[in-house]
Protein backbone atom coordinates (compact mmCIF):
# COMPACT_ATOMS: atom_id res chain seq x y z
CA UNK A 1 0.00 0.00 0.00
CA UNK A 2 1.14 3.33 -0.77
CA UNK A 3 0.80 6.42 0.62
CA UNK A 4 0.55 9.57 -0.74
CA UNK A 5 1.55 12.75 0.50
CA UNK A 6 2.69 11.20 3.67
CA UNK A 7 6.45 10.74 2.99
CA UNK A 8 8.33 9.32 5.99
CA UNK A 9 11.16 11.64 6.41
CA UNK A 10 13.19 11.60 9.53
CA UNK A 11 12.13 14.09 12.49
CA UNK A 12 14.47 16.36 13.77
CA UNK A 13 13.99 17.10 17.88
CA UNK A 14 14.65 20.96 19.03
CA UNK A 15 17.27 21.55 20.60
CA UNK A 16 15.02 21.79 24.19
CA UNK A 17 13.59 18.60 23.70
CA UNK A 18 16.69 17.03 23.39
CA UNK A 19 18.04 18.94 26.84
CA UNK A 20 15.06 18.09 28.34
CA UNK A 21 15.40 13.90 27.16
CA UNK A 22 19.06 14.11 28.41
CA UNK A 23 18.22 16.02 32.00
CA UNK A 24 15.77 12.94 31.86
CA UNK A 25 18.26 10.17 31.21
CA UNK A 26 21.28 11.67 33.44
CA UNK A 27 18.02 11.78 36.30
CA UNK A 28 17.77 8.01 35.74
CA UNK A 29 20.90 6.80 35.66
CA UNK A 30 21.64 8.94 38.98
CA UNK A 31 18.45 7.18 40.62
CA UNK A 32 19.96 3.50 40.07
CA UNK A 33 22.94 4.29 41.90
CA UNK A 34 23.06 2.82 45.18
CA UNK A 35 22.73 4.40 47.89
CA UNK A 36 26.05 5.66 50.22
CA UNK A 37 25.05 3.81 53.57
CA UNK A 38 25.25 6.08 56.27
CA UNK A 39 25.70 4.15 59.83
CA UNK A 40 22.51 3.39 61.19
CA UNK A 41 20.48 5.87 58.58
CA UNK A 42 20.35 8.39 61.37
CA UNK A 43 21.29 12.01 60.19
CA UNK A 44 23.95 13.49 61.50
CA UNK A 45 23.05 16.75 64.06
CA UNK A 46 24.58 19.70 64.18
CA UNK A 47 26.54 19.24 66.92
CA UNK A 48 28.19 16.59 65.72
CA UNK A 49 31.58 17.48 64.16
CA UNK A 50 31.21 15.73 60.47
CA UNK A 51 35.14 17.25 59.26
CA UNK A 52 36.82 14.38 61.18
CA UNK A 53 35.43 10.60 61.56
CA UNK A 54 34.99 9.34 64.90
CA UNK A 55 37.75 6.92 64.49
CA UNK A 56 40.94 9.20 63.25
CA UNK A 57 43.09 11.56 64.45
CA UNK A 58 42.49 15.06 63.21
CA UNK A 59 45.64 17.05 61.50
CA UNK A 60 47.89 17.89 64.53
CA UNK A 61 46.39 15.87 67.02
CA UNK A 62 48.30 13.44 69.26
CA UNK A 63 47.44 9.93 70.05
CA UNK A 64 47.37 8.42 73.66
CA UNK A 65 50.03 5.82 74.89
CA UNK A 66 50.07 3.24 77.91
CA UNK A 67 52.08 5.33 79.71
CA UNK A 68 50.98 7.58 82.38
CA UNK A 69 52.21 10.11 85.18
CA UNK A 70 49.94 10.92 88.20
CA UNK A 71 47.30 9.29 86.09
CA UNK A 72 47.32 11.85 82.73
CA UNK A 73 48.22 9.31 80.00
CA UNK A 74 50.87 10.68 77.86
CA UNK A 75 50.36 11.44 74.26
CA UNK A 76 52.18 8.40 71.99
CA UNK A 77 55.80 9.05 71.52
CA UNK A 78 56.73 10.94 74.86
CA UNK A 79 58.84 8.66 77.49
CA UNK A 80 58.97 8.95 81.24
CA UNK A 81 62.77 10.55 82.02
CA UNK A 82 61.70 10.75 86.03
CA UNK A 83 59.92 10.41 88.86
CA UNK A 84 60.77 11.90 92.33
CA UNK A 85 58.30 11.77 94.70
CA UNK A 86 55.45 14.45 93.54
CA UNK A 87 57.65 15.69 89.99
CA UNK A 88 57.78 13.88 87.36
CA UNK A 89 59.86 14.75 83.73
CA UNK A 90 58.90 12.94 80.07
CA UNK A 91 60.18 13.93 76.61
CA UNK A 92 59.47 13.13 73.01
CA UNK A 93 60.41 14.79 69.92
CA UNK A 94 56.69 16.13 69.01
CA UNK A 95 55.74 19.52 68.58
CA UNK A 96 55.14 22.04 71.46
CA UNK A 97 51.99 23.43 70.29
CA UNK A 98 50.55 19.92 69.80
CA UNK A 99 51.60 18.28 73.57
CA UNK A 100 50.20 21.38 74.81
CA UNK A 101 47.11 21.25 73.21
CA UNK A 102 46.64 17.60 74.09
CA UNK A 103 47.19 17.83 77.90
CA UNK A 104 44.66 21.11 77.50
CA UNK A 105 42.17 18.40 76.17
CA UNK A 106 42.75 16.01 79.24
CA UNK A 107 42.66 17.98 82.39
CA UNK A 108 39.98 20.10 84.33
CA UNK A 109 41.86 23.52 84.02
CA UNK A 110 40.70 26.98 84.60
CA UNK A 111 43.50 29.06 83.27
CA UNK A 112 46.25 28.35 81.09
CA UNK A 113 49.61 30.73 80.26
CA UNK A 114 50.79 30.45 76.81
CA UNK A 115 54.61 31.86 76.60
CA UNK A 116 57.19 31.99 73.28
CA UNK A 117 59.34 29.19 74.72
CA UNK A 118 56.64 27.31 77.52
CA UNK A 119 53.34 26.26 77.58
CA UNK A 120 52.01 26.68 81.77
CA UNK A 121 49.33 24.87 83.25
CA UNK A 122 49.36 26.11 86.95
CA UNK A 123 46.57 24.75 88.70
CA UNK A 124 45.09 21.48 86.93
CA UNK A 125 43.11 18.68 88.37
CA UNK A 126 43.71 15.12 86.66
CA UNK A 127 40.30 12.74 85.73
CA UNK A 128 40.16 10.08 88.31
CA UNK A 129 42.65 11.42 90.87
CA UNK A 130 41.93 12.38 94.15
CA UNK A 131 39.87 15.57 94.32
CA UNK A 132 42.01 17.30 97.09
CA UNK A 133 45.36 16.72 94.37
CA UNK A 134 46.43 19.81 92.16
CA UNK A 135 49.05 19.76 89.60
CA UNK A 136 51.05 21.86 87.93
CA UNK A 137 51.94 20.99 83.85
CA UNK A 138 54.64 22.62 82.22
CA UNK A 139 55.42 22.24 78.19
CA UNK A 140 58.36 23.00 77.08
CA UNK A 141 61.04 23.02 74.06
CA UNK A 142 64.75 21.88 74.63
CA UNK A 143 66.17 21.35 71.64
CA UNK A 144 64.50 18.98 68.84
CA UNK A 145 62.49 17.61 72.14
CA UNK A 146 59.31 18.73 73.66
CA UNK A 147 59.68 18.39 77.80
CA UNK A 148 57.23 17.93 80.30
CA UNK A 149 56.92 18.49 83.89
CA UNK A 150 54.47 17.54 86.22
CA UNK A 151 54.00 18.67 90.03
CA UNK A 152 51.52 17.32 92.45
CA UNK A 153 50.49 19.52 94.96
CA UNK A 154 48.51 18.58 97.64
CA UNK A 155 47.13 21.21 100.35
CA UNK A 156 47.87 20.53 103.72
CA UNK A 157 44.48 19.82 105.38
CA UNK A 158 43.54 22.83 107.84
CA UNK A 159 42.89 22.54 111.88
CA UNK A 160 39.79 23.11 112.36
CA UNK A 161 39.60 25.55 115.68
CA UNK A 162 42.73 27.65 115.03
CA UNK A 163 43.15 31.49 114.61
CA UNK A 164 44.69 33.09 111.69
CA UNK A 165 47.58 34.29 114.37
CA UNK A 166 48.17 30.38 115.59
CA UNK A 167 48.15 29.08 111.77
CA UNK A 168 51.09 31.59 111.64
CA UNK A 169 52.79 30.67 114.83
CA UNK A 170 52.69 27.04 113.65
CA UNK A 171 54.49 28.08 110.68
CA UNK A 172 56.99 29.72 112.19
CA UNK A 173 56.22 33.59 111.66
CA UNK A 174 54.60 36.55 112.98
CA UNK A 175 51.16 37.46 111.56
CA UNK A 176 52.98 40.29 109.45
CA UNK A 177 54.65 37.87 108.07
CA UNK A 178 58.36 38.29 110.03
CA UNK A 179 60.01 34.95 111.30
CA UNK A 180 59.53 33.87 114.75
CA UNK A 181 62.88 33.08 114.94
CA UNK A 182 65.61 35.64 112.23
CA UNK A 183 68.79 33.70 113.07
CA UNK A 184 67.34 30.51 112.36
CA UNK A 185 66.68 31.49 108.39
CA UNK A 186 70.20 31.48 107.46
Given at each position: ?9 PRV ?94 VAV ?77
Open positions: MTHLGHESAASPRLRTVSLLAVGLGIGACRSPTPVGDGAAPSASTPTSVPVDRLAPGELAPSETTLFGLALPRGMVVDGVFGDVAYASGKLRREEVSNYIRTRAHVELGVARTVFPAVRIPGQPAHHVYRIEVFSQGVETRLSVRRFTPRPEEPGLSEAERWRRAGYHPDGTPLNPKGLK
